[in-house]
């Protein structure tokens, strides 16, 4: 079973940049969509972009033109620019595959952003 590692995390001002990764312990590269999600206290978790094998995006319009995902097939790593935090961007962030069946969830990364 892959299991998942998010990184980078931290305590951001408002308007700040974030890069996060997501290291899997095994090959994602026929995986076709990798996703990071978010979770904030109290509420559900959401899918805040996707990623195909062969690079194409989507993002909700709550991140879009702020938040970039990427991946690195030959290194198994899932990245995500964040930039012009906003304090609603606060939460846990984790990557994993967008369609069922998952992997185990890794830790998250906590991603607070200050006003």
């Known amino acids: 079973q892959v299991q998942l590692v998010e990184s980078g995390g931290g305590l951001v001002q408002a308007g700040g940049s974030r890069r996060l990764s997501c290291a899997a312990s095994?090959?994602?590269?026929?995986?076709?969509?990798m996703g990071w999600y978010r979770q904030a206290p109290g509420k559900e978790r959401e899918l805040v972009n996707t990623i195909t094998s062969g690079g194409v995006t989507y993002y909700p319009d709550s991140v879009k033109g702020r938040f970039t995902v990427s991946r690195d097939n030959a290194k198994n790593t899932v990245y995500l620019q964040m930039n012009s935090l906003k304090p609603e961007d606060s939460a846990v962030y984790y990557c994993n595959k967008v369609f069922p069946p998952r992997y185990n969830w890794g830790q998250g990364t906590q991603v607070t952003v200050s006003s």
């Open positions: 095994g090959s994602i590269f026929s995986v076709d969509l």
